[in-house]
């Protein structure tokens, strides 16, 4: 009687993920669709005034080791943030991918001459190769904060991802391996801004998303 009366809520459980499957699924293609619209002067322009929103944050600004994305040609480009941070002299980390998992490191970036002479995955995003020796940020001093992209966003914090997972499972480490989390911030068009996105337990929520 007792395995009878755990099986329906077991079958529930799986229903439910796999609806969020789904329903994320479709959103993503939504997403990307209306972004792939977007020209490349006015992902220029939103990106612009995302970055200064970024410069005259207070968390941004009290900082002293950060990461960010490299970004690819549908994400706020973050080439002159990386800039304003060296100059800064914060402590700069990239994300290291590995594409056969959801693995995901990162790595200190020294100089602008350093991040210049980078390969490029199949991604088209620039990284150190796997088997390069690096300083990895959690094993050198933790992070202050985190710039987090995705292809959506709420209001309250609510993020969906590309569905590898690389960012969830990296904010559940520094979670375990650091006394207090990073701050993390979001950077995203506005068309990126949703009022809901379907989510699970396992997606983290993001503390601010700066937006145009």
């Known amino acids: 009687m007792f395995v009878l009366d755990i099986l329906p809520c077991f079958k529930c459980d799986n229903n439910k993920m796999t609806s969020i499957v789904a329903a994320k699924a479709a959103l993503r293609k939504e997403v990307k669709t209306i972004i792939d619209l977007l020209s490349v002067?006015?992902?220029?322009?939103?990106?612009?005034?995302?970055?200064?929103?970024?410069?005259?944050?207070?968390?941004?600004?009290?900082?002293?080791?950060?990461?960010?994305?490299?970004?690819?040609?549908d994400e706020i480009v973050t080439e002159p943030i990386l800039m304003n941070a060296l100059e800064s002299e914060k402590a700069c980390y990239i994300p290291r991918y590995d594409s056969k998992s959801n693995h995901m490191d990162m790595v200190r970036l020294k100089s602008w001459n350093e991040y210049v002479s980078l390969p490029v995955t199949k991604w088209n995003i620039k990284q150190p190769s796997l088997s390069q020796e690096c300083e990895e940020a959690l094993s050198s001093g933790g992070l202050d904060l985190i710039l987090v992209p995705g292809l959506a966003f709420t209001s309250q914090g609510h993020r969906m991802g590309r569905g590898r997972g690389y960012y969830d499972?990296?904010?559940?480490?520094?979670?375990?391996?650091?006394?207090?989390?990073?701050?993390?911030?979001?950077?995203?068009?506005?068309?990126?801004?949703?009022?809901?996105?379907?989510?699970?337990?396992?997606?983290?929520?993001?503390?601010?998303?700066l937006t145009a």
């Open 41 to 73: 002067e006015e992902k220029c322009r939103q990106s612009k005034i995302v970055q200064e929103k970024l410069f005259e944050n207070a968390i941004y600004k009290q900082s002293k080791r950060i990461s960010l994305f490299l970004n690819m040609d």
């Open 169 to 209: 499972t990296y904010l559940a480490k520094c979670k375990a391996a650091m006394p207090s989390m990073p701050h993390t911030i979001a950077l995203a068009f506005k068309e990126q801004l949703l009022s809901h996105i379907p989510t699970d337990d396992k997606d983290m929520v993001i503390d601010v998303v």
